[in-house]
């Protein structure tokens, strides 16, 4: 299998587009940071909270999250802006003029966007999550959301909840564990014992609660006893660690966890029965392998309305290149509701976006005259 001869022309365009993509990389993470990041960033570090290693941690730390959309964007603007001015200077005349054709011209700049996808795949899959993981050591690990594991027996009734109010890594605070009953009224169940202490340790088989209170409630549903223990065991084997892999992920956000642990994550969801959370997480996931496609994509799409006459109106190109891109941002939280809501498999959900990009291209070049 002979690859195609690099030419003059492909170094050319190659580094042309790689650098106005870089520019515009640059340019959209400044913007990015600058409002809201930076100003609250200087403010804690000049009330104290931070020091000025601490600071500029954070601010790098956060650098990942604005590259991941940073990349596809980048790459539209730069091929648009190349292509742009590669028509206003007659170049692309000449281009094709020598022979050249639309699916020549632009095969330095797929190549380009292919290193562009790669470094968005791996910006999700690994920059972000260790970035996460790290601003998780700068804040000590703590979690201040609430926390419910609920167990159920095999007609789906609940038999056990265990509330935790604020966790550090395995250390837990303030947790409440309900004993139901087998007396089941309507759709209300019966507590037996409530169960209440200060501080709770996870282990890898069980979580041992320490300083326990325990509240018996009778048949009626009246308060009858009060009793102390030093420990008590909560959770078999594996629940405790599926509880605790929830407890884990529930304030994170999906980019904060690569795809393996997500994967895994995933499995968990469907097993435990939330079926909400599972197919937000699916749709996220599939999500992490299809979209970044959608640099390549838009690298076609900056080349189509980059490419014009001489004398057309530049304006319209980067509108509508703009509106692409806050069409895809702004719609996405949509598709993830849809996807959550069982409205849509999650697998159309996620792919729905990069179709819609596909049929604009085609869309775009077939109403271009190249």
């Not at 050319?12 to 940071?33: N, R």
């Not at 159920?152 to 564990?177: C, E, M, W, Y």
């Not at 594996?238 to 529930?250: E, G, I, R, V, W």
């Not at 959550?340 to 291209?361: C, M, N, R």
Request: contains cysteine.
């Amino acid at each position: 299998m002979k690859f195609p001869r690099i030419t003059i022309y492909d170094k050319y365009i190659f580094m042309q587009v790689l650098m106005a993509t870089l520019v515009a990389i640059l340019l959209f993470t400044i913007v990015w940071i600058a409002p809201e990041m930076l100003l609250n960033t200087i403010k804690r570090t000049l009330a104290g909270e931070y020091g000025v290693k601490t600071a500029v941690l954070i601010l790098f730390y956060e650098l990942p999250k604005i590259l991941g959309k940073a990349f596809p964007v980048g790459l539209l603007l730069g091929t648009l802006f190349t292509f742009d001015k590669l028509s206003k200077d007659s170049e692309l005349t000449i281009f094709r003029a020598v022979g050249l054709s639309f699916q020549r011209i632009i095969a330095p700049i797929l190549v380009l966007s292919l290193f562009v996808t790669y470094l968005c795949y791996l910006t999700g899959d690994k920059l972000i999550p260790y970035a996460a993981y790290k601003m998780e050591k700068i804040r000590g690990y703590a979690q201040s959301t609430q926390f419910i594991y609920t167990q159920k027996d095999d007609s789906g009734h609940p038999t056990q909840a265990v509330i935790v109010s604020k966790s550090r890594i395995k250390t837990l605070f303030n947790v409440i564990v309900l004993d139901f009953s087998q007396e089941v009224y309507s759709d209300v169940h019966q507590l037996s014992n409530i169960f209440y202490a200060k501080t709770g340790q996870v282990e890898d088989d069980k979580w041992v609660l320490k300083d326990v209170v325990q509240y018996r409630i009778s048949k009626d549903g009246i308060f009858t006893d009060i009793g102390k223990y030093k420990e008590m065991s909560v959770l078999d084997a594996q629940s405790a660690k599926n509880a605790y892999t929830l407890m884990s992920y529930s304030t994170k956000k999906e980019r904060e966890i690569n795809n393996h642990d997500l994967k895994n994550y995933i499995k968990l969801l469907k097993s435990e029965g939330m079926d909400e959370e599972y197919r937000y997480m699916l749709n996220k996931y599939l999500q992490r392998f299809l979209h970044p496609f959608v640099c390549i994509l838009l690298a076609i799409m900056g080349c189509l309305l980059g490419f014009s006459k001489p004398r057309e109106q530049r304006l319209i190109g980067f509108t509508i290149a703009i509106g692409c891109i806050f069409i895809y941002y702004i719609t996405l939280p949509f598709f993830d509701l849809l996807a959550e809501k069982g409205v849509l498999h999650p697998l159309i959900t996620a792919a729905f976006p990069p179709i819609a990009f596909l049929a604009a291209i085609i869309a775009f070049y077939k109403t271009k005259d190249l």
